[in-house]
């Protein structure tokens, strides 16, 4: 353990840590939100409070692509977009609240840095506008923003059929939205047609989280313990292969046969299915990429609610599974 | 003794309706779909007279009246998917399942876990179905009858 982070009065929600500037933000069911700056000098992290002023705890948070601002979710059904103030030296939240009607979930930056979109349990997955003229924003228009909005614009705002929506993404270009929903379903929607929302309802139990690893294809983990593929065309998508093959241990040979009619007589069955095959053995909560070589992924992990931390290798599961296109 | 005259109409303001916390699912209430049942209900009925309990099966998992506003409706409804499956012999049961598309297997679930709430005791058969339902729409269909919130 390298060093601990004590500050926090209520349960972490969430963490994101700033590769470039080196900074670290957690969120609690404290309400509150810490930035950590490392002091080389004392090799500590120096907590810094940001104040949210929300009246629920906060869910989730996650730093701007240029690391200059950060969206934190909250139970109090909006959210605050926090960026720093020199003048004062400390970190000023402003809130997105319309349409936003219950807890948020999950948020996802765009690489233009100032474009968000928010996954919430009203149903919902909405994309919002996070210009802010305080750090001399000059956004663009794009499909997303046809028309220069200010802050807390809502721009598109799409519906699951229903059930929370657990994992929101932009693809790497940021011309596709991906996100996962309570009821078993994957949706991607393109920036150019808005109004065709392509649905994949899943035999699986929910996904938590979704990550790209190309502009065509993502991986989506959840309730089942492990990492599913998917493919995106302009058309469908198409469910690719599941990402976690352990070898699955032939049934026990050495039982008599009494044993076997017996447990046949008390179970109904003559194995008892309790055995796990995946990684994880319980339910996976965030994916995060891990290296990148271009623009391709070579290493994503997972952690979960089994408290295993696993790092996945695109290139070896590519080989493992016959005909995986990533 | 002294008599209340202050105004007591303020305990007629309905205080629920100006909470802004309260949330409202998307208005969908359905009117239009009673002819559509009662037909389909019909049709049905005369599908399996002539023993097509395969067509009448498909026919009956159209477009549920999800959410309607009268209950006589959704129960119409129910009772014709009911009379469909209880028609069915046990080993034609896999077969027929199979025909179905993702979207009838989701409905179909919707209409066992309906079954099941009406009469816990005597679901033997839809369990039956309820076992190849989940063969083929997989824990998915069953977390969608969890999740949603129109009723069928």
């Known amino acids: 353990v390298d060093a601990v982070l004590k500050e926090h009065l209520e349960r972490v929600t969430g963490v994101d840590w700033a590769p470039n500037s080196n900074r670290i933000v957690t969120c609690a069911g404290d309400r509150n939100a810490y930035v950590w700056n490392f002091q080389p000098e004392t090799g500590e992290w120096q907590p810094c409070l940001v104040l949210l002023r929300i009246n629920r705890a906060a869910t989730y948070v996650r730093w701007s692509p240029q690391e200059d601002r950060f969206a934190v979710g909250s139970g109090a059904r909006l959210l605050s977009v926090c960026y720093f103030d020199p003048e004062n030296n400390w970190w000023v939240s402003k809130h997105i609240k319309k349409p936003i009607r219950s807890t948020i979930l999950c948020v996802d930056w765009h690489p233009s840095n100032y474009l968000l979109a928010v996954g919430s349990c009203d149903f919902k997955c909405r994309v919002f506008s996070a210009a802010l003229k305080e750090l001399s924003d000059k956004p663009e228009t794009s499909a997303w923003m046809p028309r220069l909005s200010k802050f807390g614009t809502l721009l598109a705002e799409f519906s699951t059929t229903s059930g929370w929506v657990h994992g929101v993404k932009f693809s790497p270009s940021g011309n596709k939205l991906a996100w996962v929903s309570h009821d078993s379903s994957v949706n991607v929607v393109d920036m150019n047609s808005q109004d065709k929302i392509l649905t994949l309802l899943t035999s699986f139990l929910p996904y938590t989280c979704v990550l790209w690893l190309s502009e065509a294809s993502f991986a989506a983990a959840g309730h089942d313990n492990c990492p599913d593929l998917y493919n995106v065309s302009s058309d469908e998508v198409v469910y690719g292969a599941r990402l976690d093959i352990k070898k699955e241990k032939t049934t026990d040979s050495n039982m008599s046969a009494m044993a076997r009619f017996q447990k046949l007589d008390d179970l109904g069955a003559t ?56 | 003794m002294s008599k209340n005259v202050n ?85 034609e049961i896999d077969a027929a399942v199979e025909d179905l598309s993702n979207v009838e297997v989701d409905v179909l679930m919707k209409y066992l876990y309906k079954g099941f709430t009406a009469n816990p005791d005597k679901s033997a058969s839809l369990l039956l179905w309820h076992e190849r339902a989940v063969k083929k729409g997989g824990l998915g269909s069953i977390i969608r009858v969890m999740v949603d919130r129109k009723g069928v």
């Open chain 2, 7 to 91: 105004s007591t109409q303020f305990r007629t303001v309905d205080v629920d309706a100006y909470d802004e916390d309260q949330y409202e699912d998307d208005a969908r209430d359905d009117e239009s779909g009673v002819q559509e049942v009662a037909d389909r209900a019909s049709q049905v009925k005369q599908l399996l007279n002539q023993t097509k309990s395969k067509d009448a099966l498909k026919l009956a998992l159209q477009n549920p009246p999800l959410g309607h506003k009268d209950s006589n409706v959704k129960q119409q409804n129910y009772e014709t998917v009911l009379s469909v499956l209880k028609s069915f012999r046990a080993q």
């Open chain 1, 271 to 326: 194995e008892t299915g309790t055995k796990l095959y995946t990684t994880h053995v319980n339910c996976i909560t965030e994916m995060r990429v891990v290296a990148t070589t271009g623009d391709k992924i070579k290493k994503f992990s997972t952690a979960g609610k089994d408290g295993k931390l696993v790092i996945w290798e695109v290139d070896a599961l590519c080989s493992k599974i016959a005909g995986l296109k990533i």
